[in-house]
């Protein structure tokens, strides 16, 4: 086990730049973990949050009783922020969208409301022709639609807000239907999103951390020399796979029982299958790595390749961005890659789509299949390089060790 | 001497692997990862379209066909309606083609699978129907004589909001990923400004040895530095604006030659800080470059380049701190072409920027003339 050995003694110089990688994943991934599970996710909430979440400013000019209960009407469906009455804070906020619509009221707005007048009876400013700004607006409306309706009816302008008001607190009768199973109670969708990043954080660090020891492993003075040593080729490769494995599945454990921590305990169910799934893809990103390093050897170029896979399939696979929200061009460049077929299983798991046992394991063995297509690539490319002749006409004879 | 040492400078800047890989190639690459993921999301996300709703009638309802009749007289209806039978309504809904479906009988109802922003805006379309009734009711018991007063105006068309328009120009939140993007490559540019002082410190690299005892003047050698350190960023940042705006065909506004200053007096601005850094300590040069990027990096993860609503979220709990951070002062002169049809906000991030390199340079100059050393 002397290359074994070694193989250990290099990564040990490399080993804090994966554990960089894995800290600020994990850094990153708890507290958005922790976040989304405290929001709430059950689907009679999720209408009401949808709401509370939609930002709004109200500048009160008028400052009326009237002028009172329109704000504080929005203020009980919407979160309210308080902004700096000037253009540069109002611009930035509506651009960045932590507000969706900075309303003013100005002077005279209870005279105009007793005399019925609503048409363009508050100032608003929006950035965005956005779903939330197009609620608010919605709203905004039926909130007039009603005390204009009130005030016809009799009623002053201020009866008629509080009216108003009232009327609009009423419910509409809404049946959620689901056409899925509901298997993925055991995977549920914001505990999935661990597992999607995982994508990319798998792929850098792996990359980022195996390919500089693999480089200095296959340095090719080294290499020669290994070869013409007495050690068995076939056990050389065995102990590097050995190493590079024991690597590879270590930081997945990492990652494994760092999800375990956020989920709450062991794993159940399609949980299980994920875990299953994230398996695959880490042997995809260590075949990936052992065929870089087969003919790369300059960190310059590895580091830009580590960016280019990882940051290049996060993006185009749907890691980052959601699958559903790529063009349709991007996704059929991204079939080619592993990580679109490891984020579709990922959605098969978290009930984003239908879940289907068949298509799932086509999923898995497509992922499957670019490792191996790696792992060939790999010993085509290394017996072209260093299983040459050239150092033997140098140096004969040579025992071939090829 | 100036420019012997300036053309010696620029011809091993420009060989450096690492400095073409970050800030030549990973911008491009970076850039194109952007638009490859973004460059739908505003229009897929973001903008609204009708929503798609099927309409089952268990009854006859003349008003309610009179309000979707009156909603699709408009550019972008609030719903796309298909009036149709129960059990095609279910198919549609379950092969995702409509959102909901609205139920017309005594009272509507709404069925839904899913809880996003379609939902909601339909079951507040079905909400305001319960409310006209409630408000009918409530007459009817106050004063029956006035009913058809308040039916009138509960269908007339209610336009509230006097819109007032922000900008005439391309409001793509997305697009600030393309100025953060420039903003990086900036403030990648105080490694450029670090290679200065490790060639002219004598304790960080042979060639600062040889130059120290060199009869050339120090201020001459430390000038040509700096004026090629400052060509080959600004050459970084021409490159980054040209590809990001005639490549991707990001739109910047249309006053693109005041996008390539912006672009390179942030560069300059993040070669000046490294310089800066890179004199006033003795540190080792792996020490400087970790630190220098932290500080880099930091300061792009505050402007948004890593969380899109970092810069908005900031504006909104520490304004001060968006006019001061270099890289969100480089990122806001781009924006502020975008967005304003006035040059006051970007003649103040200018300003910022021109005052951050005086200060810098300046520093960064007094700190190293006269340095000494004991031994080389």
């Known amino acids: 086990m002397q290359i074994f050995k070694v193989f250990m003694k290099v990564l040990k110089k490399r080993i804090r730049y994966a554990m960089l990688y894995v800290g600020i994943f994990l850094g990153i991934a708890i507290p958005m973990s922790l976040n989304s599970s405290n929001s709430g996710s059950t689907k009679e909430m999720f209408v009401k949050e949808s709401k509370s979440k939609i930002g709004i400013c109200i500048f009160d000019e008028d400052d009326t009783p009237e002028s009172r209960e329109f704000a504080d009407y929005l203020a009980e469906k919407y979160t309210i922020k308080e902004l700096k009455n000037d253009e540069e804070v109002v611009m930035d906020s509506l651009f960045y969208m932590s507000v969706d619509r900075v309303i003013s009221i100005n002077k005279g707005f209870a005279d105009r409301l007793a005399k019925g007048e609503t048409e363009g009876i508050i100032d608003s400013r929006h950035m965005h022709e956005s779903y939330n700004s197009m609620l608010l607006e919605q709203d905004i409306n039926s909130y007039f639609s009603s005390v204009s309706a009130y005030i016809a009816g009799g009623e002053d302008a201020l009866t008629a807000s509080q009216s ?64 013409c040593s007495s050690l068995d080729s076939s056990s050389y490769t065995k102990q590097v796979l050995l190493g590079s494995a024991v690597f590879v599945i270590g930081v997945w454990l990492i990652f494994v029982i760092a999800g375990m921590i956020l989920y709450g305990g062991v794993y159940k169910g399609r949980a299980w299958l994920a875990v299953l799934n ?28 580590n960016q280019a896979v990882s940051l290049g399939m996060s993006f185009m696979c749907g890691v980052f961005v959601e699958q559903e929200l790529l063009g349709a061009g991007v996704l059929s460049a991204a079939r080619f890659m592993p990580a679109f077929w490891y984020i579709k299983a990922n959605m098969l798991l978290d009930g984003t789509e239908a879940f289907d046992s068949t298509k799932l394991m086509q999923y898995m063995l497509i992922e499957a299949a670019f490792a191996v297509v790696m792992a060939l690539l790999t010993i085509v490319v290394s017996k072209a390089r260093y299983n040459s002749t050239a150092p033997q006409k140098r140096t004969a004879p040579a025992v071939n060790n090829g | 001497m100036f420019f012997h ?36 999301v505003y229009e897929n996300d973001v903008l609204f379209r009708s929503i798609p709703t099927a309409v089952v009638e268990t009854s006859d309802n003349a008003v309610f066909h009179q309000v979707i009749d009156s909603l699709e007289e408009e550019d972008e209806p609030l719903l796309a309606v298909e009036y149709t039978d129960e059990d095609n309504a279910m198919q549609l809904l379950k092969e995702g083609k409509v959102s909901g479906i609205i139920y017309v009988g005594d009272k509507l109802s709404l069925s839904v699978t899913e809880q996003k922003m379609d939902q909601v805006i339909l079951k507040t379309f079905v909400e305001q129907y319960g409310v006209n009734e409630k408000i009918i009711k409530d007459t009817a018991e106050k004063d029956p004589s006035k009913i058809q007063a308040v039916v009138d105006k509960l269908s007339e068309d209610v336009s509230a909001c006097n819109d007032i328009p922000m900008t005439h120009g391309d409001p793509d939140i997305y697009v600030q990923y393309f100025y953060n993007l420039i903003a990086m490559v900036a403030m990648y540019g105080p490694v450029t400004g670090l290679h200065i002082t490790v060639q002219n410190q004598a304790n960080l690299s042979a060639l600062g040895a040889r130059k120290n005892c060199s009869p050339t003047p120090k201020s001459v050698s430390m000038l040509a530095d700096l004026a090629g350190s400052y060509i080959m960023q600004s050459a970084c940042m021409i490159l980054c604006v040209t590809f990001t705006h005639f490549v991707l065909k990001i739109d910047f506004g249309d006053r693109l030659p005041l996008v390539y200053v912006a672009a390179v007096l942030g560069g300059i601005l993040g070669v000046s800080f490294g310089f800066f850094f890179g004199s006033v300590n003795r540190f080792s040069f792996e020490a400087k470059i970790g630190i220098v990027m932290a500080v880099s990096m930091f300061s792009c993860f505050l402007s948004g380049l890593m969380m899109g609503q970092m810069k908005g979220i900031i504006a909104e709990h520490i304004p001060w701190l968006n006019k001061i951070n270099p890289a969100t002062v480089v990122a806001d002169s781009l924006f502020s072409l975008n967005m304003y049809s006035d040059y006051s906000r970007f003649i103040s991030r200018i300003i910022t920027m021109l005052i951050i390199t005086a200060v810098c340079t300046a520093a960064g100059i007094i700190v190293t003339r006269r340095k000494k050393y004991a031994d080389l």
């Open chain 2, 5 to 40: 040492d300036l053309k010696y400078m620029l011809l091993s800047g420009f060989r450096v692997k690492s400095f073409l890989f970050w800030l030549m190639l990973f911008p491009i690459l970076l850039g194109t990862l952007f638009k490859v993921a973004f460059g739908n």
């Open chain 1, 164 to 227: 108003a008001k009232e009327a609009l607190t009423a419910d509409a009768d809404v049946k959620v239907i689901s056409f899925t199973d509901e298997g993925n109670a055991d995977y549920p969708r914001d505990f999935a999103e661990y597992y999607r990043y995982m994508a990319y954080i798998l792929i850098a660090a792996v990359i980022g951390t195996l390919c500089p020891v693999l480089m200095a492993m296959n340095n090719k003075e080294i290499r020669y020399r290994t070869n």
């Open chain 1, 278 to 305: 994230s398996f695959i893809y880490t042997l995809v990103a260590g075949s990936i790595t052992v065929f870089l390093s087969a003919f790369v050897n300059n960190m310059d170029i590895i580091n830009f390749i």
